[in-house]
């Protein structure tokens, strides 16, 4: 079982940039895939992006499409979120997940305010 901690949220200017941390604890980090989602006040949670173990690659949501970069240190045990252009729209609870196999692990979340 992979243990996550989100860190890195906060409050920003319409424009600004923050970069997400997820870290986490366990030895499989390396052969997991990691997704970052969003939860918007009175909304459902949202996929924002993902990095697959084997090769790096990745995927978005049309919504930050060119604005994040999600990205990992294995040898860290730490996925990053990084996101610029930041849109007041983009105000949510960001969670990242890892998933091996069936099993999916969450952290916390942690919280982005974008201010206009």
């Known amino acids: 079982q992979v243990q996550l901690v989100e860190s890195g949220g906060g409050l920003v200017q319409a424009g600004g940039s923050l970069e997400l941390s997820c870290a986490a604890s366990?030895?499989?980090?390396?052969?997991?895939?990691i997704r970052w989602f969003r939860q918007a006040p009175g909304k459902g949670r949202e996929f924002v992006a993902q990095?697959?173990?084997?090769?790096?690659?990745?995927y978005y949501a049309d919504s930050v499409k060119g604005r994040f970069t999600i990205s990992r240190d294995n040898a860290k045990n730490t996925a990053y979120l990084q996101m610029n252009s930041l849109k007041p729209e983009d105000t949510a609870v960001y969670y990242c997940?890892?998933?091996?196999?069936?099993?999916?692990?969450w952290g916390q979340g942690t919280r982005v305010t974008v201010s206009s």
């Open positions: 366990g030895r499989t980090f390396s052969i997991v895939t």
């Open positions: 997940s890892a998933q091996m196999g069936p099993v999916i692990n």
């Open positions: 990095i697959n173990p084997s090769d790096g690659s990745t």
